[in-house]
């Protein structure tokens, strides 16, 4: 059976990440050997507080300032980023990490869960 993740869009990880500007780049999927993906969307789910405050997250060669201070419900808020229409992205080569940076951050320490969607060539 060939692998979904080179015939579909599907999950290419699950990843835990601080959301305080202290906690830095945090890396979501590295890209295998031989391959190349393309992010479809990112699911940020799942947050242990409130993001309050979190207002720039950036993902490397994708988005930035990603706003994501309206999650305030322990456990249950989520949300779905997408590409925007008109913007041009360019494919993740093999080896390279795709991250996430809370440039500013939640004001509490917070966790949340990041789903990375897409597929690989």
């Known amino acids: ?23 830095g780049a945090q ?12 992010i479809t969307h990112v699911v940020v789910r799942d947050p242990t507080g409130s993001l309050a405050g979190g207002t720039d997250f950036d993902f490397t060669s994708w988005r930035q300032n990603v706003d994501l201070s309206s999650m305030t419900t322990s456990g249950t808020d989520f949300m779905v980023i997408v590409g925007a229409d008109v913007t041009k992205y360019t494919e993740l080569s093999a080896g390279t990490a795709f991250q996430i940076t809370p440039s500013t951050g939640a004001t509490a320490d917070v966790d949340a869960t990041v789903d990375v969607f897409g597929y690989l060539v």
């Open 27 to 38: 890396t979501l999927y590295t890209v295998p050997t031989g391959k190349s993906a393309y």
């Open 1 to 23: 059976m060939a692998d979904l993740r080179s015939n579909a869009i599907t999950k290419l990880s699950s990843t835990t990440i601080g959301c305080q500007t202290a906690d």
